[in-house]
């Protein structure tokens, strides 16, 4: 079955520290690939997008991911978090003739110690 | 731009009663709009996807009949939850699809509501 995979469902980072966050994807056909991040109160906001191309993707507040093929993996980093990072992160992906429906892994909380 | 409005934030009802949470599109016309629910420190999870103009298709284990899905216009798509109960009880959020310009069949995106936190006592 189609699914997204986030190994890890929390991780403590120092403010300043890097960051990496992993998914991976069921085996198949590259999906389209998202990573959204969800603070309390706050509705969902798009980091970034694959869809093809350059496999390392630049998106918002500093964040990039790298698209490989052959590990199936689209992981997130940021090289210094932020306090204000502190926040759930969802790697999402659409499947091909998967009907436009979003799989979202299940999500990282990231907590950020000053 | 593509920026979709939830209403309401939160909603409190009675067991037994209706409620009706709005989304619209607010500077784009959304053709699929869809629907999640997300229980607390869980992930979202897919409901139904609302075409304009059509029937909703429902999630496997979603009761239609519990939670209707009207998509009456383009910009407007409404899940009602019927006869609630306190299992109802969770965050409601709804999606829709957009493209950022003609002709970008591959440059899509999908932007979220804010959610509504439903609680039924």
């Known amino acids: 079955a189609q699914s997204v995979t986030q190994p890890d469902i929390h991780i403590t980072v120092s403010e300043g520290a890097s960051l990496e966050l992993r998914c991976n994807y069921s085996?198949?056909?590259?999906?389209?690939l998202f990573w959204y991040v969800q603070s309390p109160g706050q509705g969902l906001q798009l980091l970034l997008k694959?869809?093809?191309?350059?496999?390392l993707v630049q998106g918002i507040k500093g964040f990039e991911a790298e698209f490989k093929r052959s590990q199936s993996s689209f992981n997130l980093r940021k090289p210094s978090v932020h306090w204000s990072d502190a926040a759930e992160y969802f790697c999402?992906?659409?499947?091909?003739?998967?009907?436009?429906?979003?799989?979202f892994g299940a999500g990282t909380r990231l907590a950020v110690h000053p | 731009g593509a920026v979709v409005s939830q209403h309401p934030s939160r909603v409190i009802c009675k067991s037994g009663t209706s409620v009706k949470i709005e989304c619209r599109s607010l500077?784009?016309?959304?053709?699929?709009m869809f629907w999640y629910r997300q229980f607390p420190k869980q992930s979202l999870m897919l409901m139904a996807t609302?075409?304009?103009?059509?029937?909703?298709?429902?999630e496997q284990g979603v009761e239609k009949d519990k939670f209707l899905i009207n998509h009456a216009s383009l910009t407007l798509s409404t899940l009602t939850v019927t006869s609630a109960h306190p299992e109802d009880s969770s965050f409601y959020i709804c999606?829709?699809?957009?493209?950022?310009?003609?002709?970008?069949?591959?440059?899509?995106?999908?932007?979220f509501g804010s959610g509504t936190r439903l609680t039924v006592v």
């Open positions: 999606s829709a699809k957009w493209r950022p310009s003609e002709g970008a069949y591959l440059d899509y995106g999908y932007t």
């Open positions: 085996y198949g056909a590259t999906p389209y």
């Open positions: 694959y869809f093809s191309g350059d496999t």
């Open positions: 999402v992906a659409m499947f091909s003739g998967g009907y436009n429906k979003l799989i």
């Open positions: 500077d784009f016309q959304a053709t699929t």
């Open positions: 609302s075409n304009e103009g059509s029937k909703a298709t429902y």
